[in-house]
C-alpha cells in the first residue's frame, strides 16, 4: 500500500472515529441532562470520572503501571486536570435548565475563548480577522443565550463559564504537549477528576430509585470513555484541521436527543446563533491553517 493509500485511510477512519465521538458525546450528555433533575450534581460528574478512570486501568495500566503517572510537570497536570473537572461539573449544572442544543453550541465557543486567550496565556499573535471571528462568535453565543429574554440566560452563562474552564484547560494542554505522553495527560484526567468528586462524594450521594437510573448513571462512564477514546484516536489518524470541524456533528446530534428524549424543538434563532458560532470557529480554524502553511513556505 502506498503512503498516499495510507494517508487516505487514516482520514477515513477518522472521519469515522469522529462520527462515532458525536454519537457517544449527546448520549452521554442527554443522559446527564435526565440524571440533573433527580441526583447531586457531584454524582453525575462522579459517574462521569469513575468509567473514565476504569478504562484507564483497564486499557493502559497492564501496559506501563505507575509510569503513567511520571509527568515532567506534574502541577500543570493537576491544574489541567482539575480546569476540566470544573467545566463538566459547571456544564451539568446548567443542563436541566436549557434544552440540549443549545448546551451544545454555546460549548462550541471554547475555541474561540482560546483564540481570545492565546495572546495573554501563550504569547501567540492574533491578527485583527481572527479577532474579529472572535467577536462575531460571541455575538452568536448572546443570540443563542438572548439575555433577559427567559430564565435560560442565567444558565446560559453557566456554559460560558464552562467553555472558559475548557479553553484554560486547552492552553494547558498546549504547554503539556511538549514535555509529557498523550496516555500521561489522559491519566492524569482520569485520576484527577475521580479523586476530587470521590472526596464529597460520601456528603452527597444519593441511592439511584431505579434500575433505569442505576443503568444510565452507570452508563455515563462507557459512553465518555468511548467518546473521549474516539476523539482521541481521530487526532491520531488525522491532522487537526481535518479533525476539528467533525466535532461540530455534536450538534445535530444533540438536536435529535433534544427532541426525541426532551420534546424540546431548536428554534430559529438557536440555529441562526449556532451558525455564526460554528462560522466563526471554521473560519479561525482556516485560517491558522493557511498561516502555517504561509510559515512553512516561507522556512522552505
Not at 228 to 243: I, K, N, S
Amino acid at each position: 500500500m502506498s503512503n498516499g493509500e495510507q494517508a487516505r485511510d487514516d482520514l477515513g477512519r477518522a472521519a469515522l472515529y469522529m462520527m462515532l465521538t458525536a454519537f457517544f458525546i449527546p448520549i452521554l450528555n442527554a443522559c446527564a441532562k435526565y440524571l440533573a433533575t433527580r441526583y447531586p450534581i457531584i454524582e453525575i460528574v462522579w459517574a462521569r470520572y469513575a468509567g473514565h478512570f476504569i478504562y484507564m486501568v483497564i486499557v493502559f495500566a497492564p501496559r506501563r503501571g505507575l509510569n503513567l503517572l511520571v509527568a515532567n510537570r506534574p502541577f500543570l497536570q493537576i491544574a489541567r486536570s482539575t480546569l476540566l473537572c470544573s467545566s463538566t461539573a459547571v456544564f451539568v449544572s446548567a443542563l436541566p435548565y436549557v434544552p440540549l442544543t443549545t448546551a451544545t453550541a454555546i460549548a462550541f465557543t471554547g475555541p474561540l475563548i482560546v483564540t481570545a486567550l492565546a495572546p495573554f496565556l501563550l504569547g501567540e499573535r492574533v491578527g485583527a480577522a481572527r479577532w474579529v471571528a472572535v467577536v462575531a462568535g460571541f455575538t452568536g453565543a448572546m443570540i443563542v443565550i438572548r439575555p433577559g429574554a427567559d430564565d435560560m440566560s442565567s444558565a446560559g452563562f453557566l456554559f460560558i463559564v464552562s467553555a472558559t474552564f475548557s479553553a484554560l484547560y486547552q492552553i494547558l494542554s498546549r504547554k503539556l504537549a511538549a514535555f509529557d505522553r498523550a496516555e500521561t495527560s489522559i491519566t492524569y484526567i482520569a485520576l484527577a477528576g475521580f479523586i476530587l468528586t470521590t472526596i464529597p462524594l460520601p456528603f452527597f450521594w444519593v441511592t439511584p430509585t431505579s434500575v433505569k437510573d442505576a443503568v444510565i448513571l452507570f452508563s455515563l462512564g462507557i459512553f465518555g470513555g468511548f467518546g473521549h477514546y474516539f476523539l482521541v484516536r481521530a487526532f491520531e489518524l488525522a491532522p487537526a484541521p481535518f479533525v476539528s470541524p467533525f466535532n461540530y456533528l455534536n450538534l445535530i446530534g444533540a438536536a435529535i436527543l433534544s427532541v426525541l428524549a426532551f420534546g424540546q424543538y431548536p428554534d430559529i434563532w438557536l440555529w441562526l446563533g449556532a451558525a455564526i458560532i460554528i462560522g466563526s470557529g471554521l473560519f479561525n480554524l482556516l485560517h491558522e491553517q493557511r498561516q502555517r502553511a504561509r510559515r512553512t513556505s516561507n522556512d522552505a
